[in-house]
Structure formats: structure tokens, C-alpha cells
């Protein structure tokens, strides 16, 4: 009777003392930020600019669009940033001064407010995407770890789940258990799931970002049922 007390004390002292999934999932984001650079040469990042190159492709591997993309994001005295792009020979920008959304196409500006929020959800995707995975440490997401898992793919990853509240998308980011770089991500939307891999990084002075990317459509097993986009990230100039 008595060791079987003693093995519930053990027990009950080390489920007290083992990390919770969050401290699990913080320990590991935080491994990931210093393989990608570290948070202090994120945090002293006054400019950021590189080119984004997107190709669209429908279930049957049709070219829908493509895009070569100029981004420049500043982080200092105030957030702002601008998209900028050439399509059928027409320009477009997308600007943000850090009160006002502004998309102009050509010499016109368009006012149309929900095209408008439309293209500024675009917006904070595109800078939400490359400040992975700094921008994870932000506050209004709860991080979850996962355990490990092997993708679609075959390639084994660590999991975290990340949860911004019941009427928002939930997001997966997978890291590599070795070198704990970001290797992908999964996305839960309204309408559909993508898988999104991480092919190379891209140097960015002392800093790695995305480099080449493949999103897939899913079905909510995570079973690739079609590429859906390729992406690629280049020329990054960093201003501190």
C-alpha cells in the first residue's frame, strides 16, 4: 500500500512538474527563431524589402495567373509598407501609411470600400507570411504544441497548432525536430485547407526567410488533392 502512495506521489509530482503544450510550443517557436536569424536581429529591423513571384494553378494544372511582386515593409517610426506590381502592362500598388489603405491601378485610385478590405486582407497576409516565424511570438494566437507528425510528403515534423478564436482560421506551423527551421504550414479556412511547404530558405543578411513554396489543396485528413500555388522569394534587403 505504501509504494503504491509513494508511486502516485512520484506520478502526480512529475505531471506538476512536466510543461504544459503551450510552454512545449513556445520552447520550440522560440528554437526556431534562433535558427532563423534570431528575435534581436528581427526586432532591430527597420526595412524590409524583397520580390514575392506567385503562380496560380487550377485542379487540373492550368495556369490561372502569375505574379512578380515588389514588397517593401517599414518598421519604423510607424508600420507601413507597399506592394507594388505590373499586369497586363497596367500598374498596380498596394500602400498602407499606417492609417489609410490606398490601391491604385494604373493613374486611378480605386475607392470601392469592400474591394478595398478585400486587398488590404492581402496585404496583411503577404507581411504576415514572410515575418514567420517572428511574428508568431505575437500576442492574440494561442500556441499549442502537437507532438510529431509526418507529412504528406514523408518528411517527419513538430507540430504547432496555433488558435486565434472560434470564428478564426486555425493554423498549423511544422518545424524540423533537428534544425528547427520552418519547414511548412497548414491552414483551416471557411471554405478549404492548404499545405504549404517549405522548399528552401532565402538569405536575408544574418536572418532566413521563405524561399521557394508549394501550396497544396487538402482534405481534412491533410491528403494532397491538388497543387494549388508556387511561390518564390528573392532579392531581401534588410535596413537596421
Known amino acids: 500500500m505504501k509504494n503504491l502512495v ?26 526556431s527563431i534562433v535558427a532563423h536569424g534570431g528575435k534581436e536581429g528581427w526586432e532591430s529591423l527597420k526595412e524590409i524589402k524583397f520580390q514575392k513571384w506567385t503562380r496560380m494553378l487550377d485542379a487540373e494544372g492550368n495556369v490561372e495567373s502569375e505574379l512578380d511582386q515588389s514588397h517593401a515593409f517599414r518598421f519604423s517610426p510607424r508600420f507601413e509598407g507597399k506592394i507594388s506590381w505590373t499586369k497586363d502592362s497596367i500598374s498596380h500598388s498596394m500602400t498602407w501609411d499606417g492609417a489609410v489603405f490606398r490601391y491604385q491601378m494604373g493613374v486611378n485610385e ?16 503577404a507581411f504576415y507570411t514572410v515575418a514567420q516565424p517572428w511574428k508568431l511570438l505575437d500576442k492574440g494566437g494561442k500556441l499549442i504544441y502537437e507532438g510529431k507528425k509526418t507529412l504528406e510528403n514523408g518528411t517527419e515534423v513538430e507540430s504547432i497548432r496555433v488558435d486565434y478564436g472560434p470564428d478564426s ?26 499545405l504549404v511547404y517549405d522548399l528552401t530558405t532565402a538569405q536575408g543578411d544574418q536572418l532566413l526567410f521563405h524561399g521557394t513554396r508549394e501550396s497544396w489543396r487538402v482534405d481534412e485528413s491533410g491528403k494532397r488533392l491538388f497543387l494549388r500555388a508556387e511561390y518564390r522569394y528573392s532579392n531581401f534587403e534588410l535596413v537596421y
Not at 110 to 125: M, P, V
Not at 170 to 189: C, H, I, K, S
Request: charged share 25%; hydrophobic share 45%.
Open 6 to 31: 509513494l508511486f502516485f506521489v512520484i506520478l502526480l509530482t512529475f505531471i506538476s512538474c512536466a510543461p504544459s503544450p503551450e510552454e512545449q510550443a513556445l520552447d520550440l517557436l522560440n528554437k
Open 110 to 125: 480605386i475607392l470601392n470600400a469592400d474591394f478595398l478590405a478585400s486587398k488590404k486582407k492581402d496585404f496583411d497576409a
Open 169 to 194: 482560421d486555425t493554423w498549423w506551423y511544422f518545424f524540423d525536430p533537428a534544425t528547427y527551421l520552418m519547414l511548412g504550414n497548414e491552414v483551416q479556412l471557411k471554405d478549404h485547407r492548404s
